[in-house]
């Protein structure tokens, strides 16, 4: 297993789900909240730098500046993570949900169990591009560009090799069910 089940001072064992953007992460961890309410969900999307000169920075496409690079782990505020998870470990258990989840070690020492959701790269890209699509992002073109120039190279620099750190490695073409049965029962087996 990554890490200690519940620590020294008992508190709730940590689940990280990690995996390529589109793999179906988010999927899993509604679905193992839905399955068990007691659950607490902490969402790494929800953790980027506000400052983008604190984390790291990209040419935009069009030239007209610098944004954060949401790609690339330096622009996750680990700190503020951390805190959260460490907040929400008074449930029964946390689930730690993002593409850096086991990338950083201070996350994967907290953790009783990771799952890595491997999905390849053409439907995770499909996904990824109906999520923004119904969201109103409204330039497919530069989104294939984005994924081209960014999150692509950034993926295989710093997502799939964290593969190699999970206990867990679920297909992201199976059907979510069956995804949190698989992860429920191995966290039950690693926490306890």
Known sequence: MTGPATGATGAAPVLLIGGGAGSGKSALARGLAA????????????????DPDAGVTVEKLDGTGRVLDRAH?????????????????????????????????????RAALSVYVDTPDDVRLARKMLRK????????????????????????QHIAP??????????????????????AAALAAAAY
């Open 35 to 50: 399955a068990d309410p007691d659950l607490t969900v902490v969402h790494l999307d929800d953790f980027y730098h506000c």
């Open 73 to 109: 782990p330096g622009s996750l505020d680990l700190a503020r993570a951390l805190a959260a998870v460490d907040r929400a470990r008074a449930a029964r258990a946390v689930v730690v949900e993002g593409v850096f989840a086991l990338c950083f070690a201070e996350l994967r020492e």
């Open 133 to 156: 699509l119904a969201a109103g992002e409204p330039d497919a073109a530069l989104m294939l560009r984005n994924h081209l120039h960014f999150s692509r190279p950034r993926h295989e």
């Open 162 to 183: 964290t593969r190699r750190h999970a206990d867990l490695v679920l297909d992201g073409l199976r059907p979510v069910p069956g995804l949190v049965a698989a992860t």
